[in-house]
C-alpha cells in the first residue's frame, strides 16, 4: 500500500499544476474569466502588455508544474526534472516581475506586504513539491 502523504502531495502538486495552467490560459487569451475578473484594469493591462520571452517562460512554467505532477502521480522519474525546472522558470518571472519590469508587479498592486507574502508562499509551494518529488525518487517510490 501506498504511503498516504504521496497521494495528498500528489493532489496539491496537481492543483497547483493546474491553476498556473488555467491562469496563464486565460491571461494570454484575455479570458477575464474566475479570479481575474477581480483583477483591477491597470493589473490587466500589465497582464495583457507582457514581452513575449515572459510568456514563454510562463508557458513553460505552468505545463511543467502540471506534467510534472501527472508525472509524480504516475510514480514516473521525470516528475523530478519537470518540477525542478518549473521552479526555476517561476524563479525568473518573479525577478523579472519584481525588479526588471516596468512598472515592477509590487509597484503595480500598491506594495504592502501581502503582495510579498503570496509571492513567497507560491514559490515556497513550487520549491516543496520540487523537493517532494525529489525525495520520492531516492527512496524508490518514483521510479
Do not use: D
Request: charged fraction near 5%; glycine fraction near 8%.
Amino acid at each position: 500500500m501506498r504511503r498516504w502523504h504521496f497521494f495528498v502531495m500528489g493532489f496539491i502538486a496537481l492543483v497547483f499544476g493546474l491553476l498556473s495552467l488555467a491562469e496563464y490560459v486565460l491571461v494570454s487569451y484575455g479570458l477575464m474569466l474566475g479570479w481575474l475578473a477581480f483583477y483591477p484594469p491597470e493589473q490587466v493591462e500589465w497582464l495583457t502588455s507582457l514581452p513575449n520571452w515572459v510568456h514563454g517562460v510562463w508557458a513553460a512554467q505552468a505545463v511543467l508544474a502540471l506534467v510534472g505532477a501527472l508525472c509524480l502521480l504516475a510514480h514516473l522519474r521525470p516528475a523530478v526534472w519537470m518540477l525542478g525546472l518549473s521552479f526555476i522558470a517561476l524563479l525568473v518571472l518573479y525577478v523579472w516581475a519584481l525588479f526588471v519590469a516596468t512598472p515592477t508587479l509590487i509597484a503595480l498592486v500598491g506594495g504592502g506586504w501581502l503582495a510579498w507574502v503570496t509571492l513567497g508562499l507560491v514559490a515556497a509551494l513550487s520549491f516543496l513539491v520540487y523537493l517532494y518529488a525529489r525525495q520520492e525518487k531516492q527512496v524508490g517510490e518514483v521510479l
